[in-house]
């Protein structure tokens, strides 16, 4: 159990899908303007990449692989990508269909974001056994959902503070975001 937690740690901190593997970047800047879209993409996004990983690792083994089909790897995944974006979009506009309407657009782009498809191309890679494999896809996942908050929430308080004009806006989000990621390098020990 130990295990499961370090794993999962490190997959949301130390290796952290944006800052460190440099996956859905611009997500981490499109959706976090204010805290609330921010927080309504995280509980999206996090569903989403878990359910398309283990889909998508499933299907690999079982069909792409057996068949040498692994050339259709990509296709596959963002297949199955916006398939379940498409599930998640049919429910959330049903169920809450006042953040569909704020929404609606935003959540289909998910089904092509390069953190949910990144993160599948890069698990089937390692051969690990299915246990790592699951607290490495939760880890990623919630360190995804747990950045979007942070940086929604950093970026509300950087309205207040006097930053001069030429670093005001994107400047300061892209050098803040260059600091944290050599702080999760480093503490990794890759910097």
Do not use: Y
Request: with cysteine; glycine share 6%; net charge positive.
């Amino acid at each position: 159990m130990t295990e499961f937690f370090s794993i999962l740690i490190t997959a949301a901190i130390l290796n952290n899908i944006v800052l460190v593997q440099q996956l859905g970047i611009s997500s981490l800047f499109a959706f976090s303007p204010r805290l609330q879209t921010a927080a309504d993409m995280a509980i999206a996004s996090f569903p989403v990449m878990v359910l398309s990983t283990i889909i998508n690792l499933t299907l690999l083994r079982l069909v792409l692989v057996p068949l040498n089909l692994q050339a259709l790897a990509l296709v596959l995944f963002v297949l199955v990508s916006a398939g379940i974006v498409t599930l998640l979009a049919a429910t959330v506009s049903k169920a809450l269909p006042l953040a569909w309407h704020r929404h609606g657009l935003e959540l289909l782009l998910l089904s092509g974001n390069s953190a949910i498809i990144g993160l599948a191309l890069s698990t089937t890679l390692t051969a690990a056994p299915i246990p790592v494999l699951l607290a490495s896809i939760f880890g990623s996942a919630l360190g995804f959902s747990v950045l979007l908050l942070l940086f929604a929430a950093f970026n509300e308080r950087l309205q207040l503070l006097p930053i001069p004009p030429a670093f005001a806006g994107m400047p300061i989000r892209l050098i803040s975001a260059g600091i944290v990621s050599l702080c999760l390098l480093s503490m990794s020990g890759a910097a």
